[in-house]
């Protein structure tokens, strides 16, 4: 936990060099291109304070009142940026629309992407550290903002392009044409990380193939067992919790049966890490003949 809460404070330092960096060649360039790219890194400071928090709160261990602890936090911080992505690109849109009205070439355009390229880099370098510690960690708030740091990779990419095209061309309406591009972009980025979040809070289950992967596990592990049925899965954060009722012999001991659930929570934690595991030992008369059959 002490890793995710580094990484948050990282995300937080990072977001606001960036943001200096991109008003500073915004204000070099009077470019509404550059004045968008600047508006979603000030999401970004915003987000990686939210992500913040969510990881601190998440790490509050489970007590009386949240038995199965706090690690949704993180899906209310992924949630709260995916509204500030959609806030931003409405006001991109906004000035985008005042640029089409009277579109002008940017100023001192070379020495102001020259410093939003290196703005740029600073983030790719930022994003790939993050996306790789959030996945390891299994932050879904870390994960969050990793994504949409991506997106702003992409987009700052698209943008220096885009002006650097328009200070050659001499084609001054391509600046708030990739302004309003860029507003496009940010919103996609929000609604794919609205849905993931939201699918994180209604308790959505795990991906098909990790799905396939636990039945596949139950199998295995659970040798001296019939069967395994009502299989349920979910995440909460970095938690997995699994739950299904596991069909035995009806003349087994009851010491043997709990050897047999301890095996595959064992077998189960090794393949999905941190995992609250539930299983309802059933006598066999109380076999469904479906599910998951023990090898």
Known sequence: MKDSIALAWGSVIVSVAVLALKSG????????ALLADALESTVNVVAAGAALLAVRYSAIPADENHPYG????????????????????????????????????????????????VAT??????????????????SPALTADAKHLWSDVVTSGGVVVGVGLAATTGFAILDPALAALTALNILFSGWRLLRESV?????????????????????????????????RTRHAGRQTFVEF???VPGEMPVATAHDIC???????RDLLGPATITIHVE??????????LVL
């Open 25 to 32: 060649a915004w204000a070099m360039t009077g470019s509404v």
């Open 199 to 231: 699918g994180g809070l209604m308790d959505e289950a795990v991906p098909p193939e990790t799905l396939a992967q636990v039945r596949a596990t139950v199998s295995a592990a659970a040798e001296g067992a019939i069967e395994a049925h009502d299989l």
């Open 262 to 268: 301890d095996r595959v929570e064992v077998a189960l």
């Open 283 to 292: 006598p066999e008369g109380k076999a469904k003949h479906s599910g998951v």
């Open 121 to 138: 880099a600073v983030n790719a370098a930022w994003a790939t550290v993050l996306l790789r510690r959030g996945r390891a960690l299994r």
């Open 70 to 117: 706090h690690a949704k936090a993180e899906y209310f911080s992924a949630v709260l940026e995916g509204v500030f992505i959609v806030v931003a690109a409405g006001m991109i849109l906004w000035q985008a629309y005042g640029a089409f009205q009277d579109p002008r070439l940017p100023e001192a355009p070379w020495s102001g992407l020259g410093i939003s390229l």
């Open 245 to 247: 009722h596991l069909v």
